[in-house]
Structures are given as structure tokens and as C-alpha cells.
């Protein structure tokens, strides 16, 4: 009978088998892990880019429609939206309110929003008009909208690292505002820069007087001249009391 020539390994040769096995394995593990956290990194500046680029179309559309920009102090928006009752005044659910908050990195949007179902007499109480004096100071406007119970907080973008608010001249005189957003992506960040007109804005009606602005003349509706003039007359300032 011929020899049997097969034999098995020797301990050296399978040590050195199992050790470029594992340092095989290990390698491939490395990558698989590489590229999962290189995709999930992607996917989450992805995300936040995709936040953040809804969040700019979301406030242009609203400036667009805006009737006047009442305050912007560079990391937060206010304006009068629109005179949804044509009686030419600001009432409450006609301002909004745009903040970005540093401590959770998201960019919000405050403002008052009537139940469909609430009965005229019971809105008109609650939608009280605003003084144009108090629309352009962001801490008394902010403290009418938190005093509602009727507040909508909206969450238009998270992740954001900052926002720069700019405007080309002061508000409420301004019709063109500049945003700026910085899209925290983890390791890299994304600056998004846009910039909204006023397509109806009211300025025309804005005057500055006894050291406040107010809205006057209402012009009339078929001849263009000026039929009244009406001051912009609100209730107290929340926190204040009647004499």
C-alpha cells in the first residue's frame, strides 16, 4: 500500500491560521463600523440640512405674506402676519413670534391660534389689539403670547448652532429681511442664507410720534387718500393693572 501523504496541521500552523483570521475579522469589523458611522453621520447632516432648509421656506413664505417686520434682534424674528380682519390694527393671532433657543438648538415659532369652534363674542375678548409700540418690543409682545392659553409652539428646525436675523433697515421700516442659519451637522457644519421681501408690506402706515411708533393714516379703500386716522389702541400690557 502506497503511504497516505495527508497530515494535519502542526500547533505553529494553526496559530498563524487563527491569528490572520482574527486580524481579518477584525479588520472587517473596523470597516463595517467605519461606514456605519460614516452613513449615520450623513444621514444626520442630512436630516438637519433638510430641517433647516424647510424652516427658511416656512419664514420666507411668512415674510412674504408679512404686513410689517416689527422687531428683529439678530437671533429672533417678529411680524405683524397679516391684517386677517381688514380692520387695519394688530390684534394677538396676527403676530408671530420666531426665536432660536441655544440651550436645545431648535428654532421655534410662537404665536396665538383661536379654536375654529370658539364663538365670535368669546374671540374678539380674547383677540385683543395690539399698541404698534408693543409689537416692536420682543419681551412685551412675548409676554402677550405666553399669557394665552391658546399659544401653538411649532419646532421649524433643531440642530441649529445658530441663527443671525438681519434686516436693511429698522423695523418696523424694513422690508427685506436676511436669515441665517448654521446647521450643526456633528463634525461639520452648513451656513443656509436666505432672504424674504415684504410683498404687501405697511409701511407707509407707520409713524413715528410722541416717541412711538404708531400706525396711521388708514387710507380709504377707493379714492387713496387718507378718510381717518386711527391709533393703534390696545388693551394693558400683560402684568399691568387698570387705575
Known amino acids: 500500500m502506497g503511504r497516505d501523504r495527508r497530515r494535519g496541521l502542526t500547533l505553529v500552523e494553526l496559530a498563524v491560521a487563527v ?3 482574527s486580524v481579518t475579522a477584525l ?4 470597516l463595517s463600523i ?3 458611522n460614516s452613513y449615520s453621520g450623513s444621514q ?3 436630516d438637519s440640512i433638510r430641517t433647516g432648509r424647510s424652516a427658511t421656506l416656512t419664514i420666507q413664505s411668512a415674510l412674504r405674506r408679512a404686513n410689517l417686520v416689527t422687531a428683529a434682534n439678530g437671533q429672533a424674528l417678529m411680524f405683524w402676519t397679516d391684517d386677517t380682519n381688514s380692520d387695519g390694527l394688530i390684534n394677538l393671532d396676527e403676530m408671530r413670534v ?4 441655544n440651550a436645545s438648538g431648535t428654532v421655534k415659532s410662537h404665536q396665538v391660534v383661536f379654536p375654529d369652534a370658539m364663538g365670535p363674542a ?3 375678548a380674547l383677540n385683543v389689539r395690539i399698541l404698534l409700540s408693543d409689537a416692536t418690543n420682543m419681551k412685551v409682545m412675548k409676554a402677550y403670547i405666553d399669557a394665552s392659553r391658546y399659544e401653538q409652539v ?3 428646525a433643531e440642530e441649529v448652532a445658530q441663527l443671525q436675523v438681519q434686516t436693511t433697515a429698522a423695523p418696523p421700516m424694513t422690508t427685506l429681511v436676511k436669515t441665517e442659519f448654521t446647521v450643526d451637522g456633528g463634525r461639520r457644519n452648513l451656513t ?3 432672504a424674504a421681501s415684504l410683498r404687501a408690506d405697511k409701511t407707509d402706515y407707520v409713524e413715528f410720534t410722541g416717541g412711538v411708533y404708531v400706525l396711521n393714516p388708514i387710507k380709504g379703500p377707493d379714492d387713496g387718500e387718507p378718510t381717518t386716522t386711527i391709533r393703534n389702541v390696545g388693551l394693558e400690557r400683560p402684568g399691568t393693572k387698570r387705575k
Open 19 to 21: 491569528t490572520i483570521t
Open 27 to 30: 479588520a472587517v469589523a473596523g
Open 34 to 36: 467605519a461606514l456605519g
Open 44 to 46: 444626520e447632516f442630512s
Open 98 to 101: 420666531i426665536l432660536w433657543d
Open 122 to 124: 368669546t374671540k374678539a
Open 154 to 156: 411649532d419646532v421649524l
Open 192 to 194: 443656509i442664507r436666505s
